[in-house]
């Protein structure tokens, strides 16, 4: 990506930055994404709170060896504690209080999973993610962590691979065999593209369970970071997958990269855990080939598109809006990438 315009290599939106089951009642995560540190805990009524990591006393990082005391967390060094705010509230040894806070990030919980919002001015949220349905629909098996990786890639060239139909049916040609971009629509923050594909599943997992099939794929783009896809067959059986893609900017050169996905329950009950098994199971094959591609790509000043490419402009486009810039033609930036 051309960067020069950049204010922040990092684009403003919400990611995901722990599953709710890695942040138990009272408990305390160290974290680094964005090039920074952070400390992510649980408050004693239940919700989770995200702080700049370390104490301004004296520098201790409060996610190694901090503790939850109701709703602040205790500085394992001296034990001055920090409301979900970020304010100092109690030093144990003197009644004064410092002149200083430490910085609070928005937080969301939903879908199984833990947001922050990351904006390089700390500008507050606009727009929220929404609830997934299926994530709480008894008709669909639970939603279940595929894999998480560490990517040498960026969420510019993540998108891009995202929207490009016609690697699909090449590079993943033991699943596609044709693959038609049914274009895109924008509404702010969220991108919805829809695919018409025919799958070549005889060499998948899945395709034992559901033979090969014609389909579609609907994916909700809401920012970079987190998109949501809905895949259907019209084969033998209607199957239903659905995966949440999650990635969240470590640095400048590497992406924590998870998914997760559930199926539908179309079958009776032992053989719905079987192919949720299958299918976790091919979505995690089907990336590792993307991710050979991410790692060592580059992205061509003027690369040669086609339409048969996929929207690939126009979503490039979509996502410059997330980047703060110094000059007001943001459109430009991400189209040279
Ligand atoms: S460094 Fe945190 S209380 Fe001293
Ligand atoms: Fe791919």
Same mark, same amino acid.
Not at 15 to 33: C, H, M, N, Q
Not at 134 to 142: A, D, G, K, L, V
Not at 191 to 199: D, E, G, S, V
Not at 242 to 259: K, R, S, W
């Given at each position: ?29 160290? *974290? ?23 104490? #301004? ?31 100092? +509230? ?15 990030? #928005? ?22 993610? #929404? ?14 962590? +595929? ?7 960026? *969420? ?8 490009? +139909?016609?690697? *699909? ?40 369970? +559901? ?24 084969? *033998? ?32 009950? #032992? ?67």
């Amino acid at each position: 990506m051309n960067s020069s315009h950049l204010l922040s290599p990092f684009p403003n939106s919400w990611f995901r930055i722990a599953t709710s089951d890695e942040l138990p009642a009272k408990g305390v995560l160290p *974290l680094r994404y964005f090039g920074q540190d952070f400390v992510l805990f649980r408050a004693e009524d239940g919700t989770p709170h995200l702080l700049d990591a370390h104490c #301004p006393h004296l520098g201790a990082h409060l996610g190694y060896g901090g503790t939850v005391e109701g709703e602040t967390i205790r500085c394992p060094f001296h034990g001055w504690q920090w409301n979900c705010q970020g304010d100092c +509230v109690k030093i144990p040894y003197t009644d004064k209080s410092p002149q200083t806070q430490i910085k609070s990030w #928005p937080v969301r919980e939903l879908n199984g999973l833990i947001f922050m919002y990351y904006h390089h001015q700390a500008q507050e949220p606009d727009w929220e993610i #929404p609830q997934v349905p299926e994530c709480y629909s008894s008709e669909w098996t639970p939603l279940r962590s +595929v894999q998480r990786w560490k990517v040498k890639t960026n *969420l510019v060239q993540y998108l891009e691979n995202s929207v490009d +139909v016609s690697h *699909l049916y090449s590079l993943h040609r033991q699943t596609f065999d044709d693959a038609i971009s049914d274009g895109i629509e924008i509404d702010g923050p969220t991108l919805t593209h829809r695919i018409t594909q025919k799958y070549n599943l005889s060499a998948m997992l899945v395709g034992k369970l +559901v033979g090969e099939a014609d389909g579609s794929v609907k994916t909700t783009y809401y920012g970079p970071g987190y998109d949501v896809s809905y895949y259907w067959t019209k084969g *033998l059986i209607q199957f239903g997958l659905f995966t949440i893609f999650t990635g969240t900017p470590i640095d400048e050169d590497y992406l924590d990269v998870q998914i997760f996905s559930c199926v539908k329950k179309v079958l009776p009950p #032992p053989l719905n855990l079987l192919l949720a098994a299958f299918v976790k199971q091919d979505v995690e094959v089907t990336f590792k080939q993307d991710i050979d591609i991410l790692e060592h790509r580059i992205s061509p000043t003027h690369p040669i598109l086609f339409e048969e490419d996929g929207p690939i402009k126009p979503s490039l486009r979509w996502v410059s809006q997330f980047y703060s810039s110094d000059t007001a033609d943001q459109n430009n930036l991400a189209v040279k990438s």
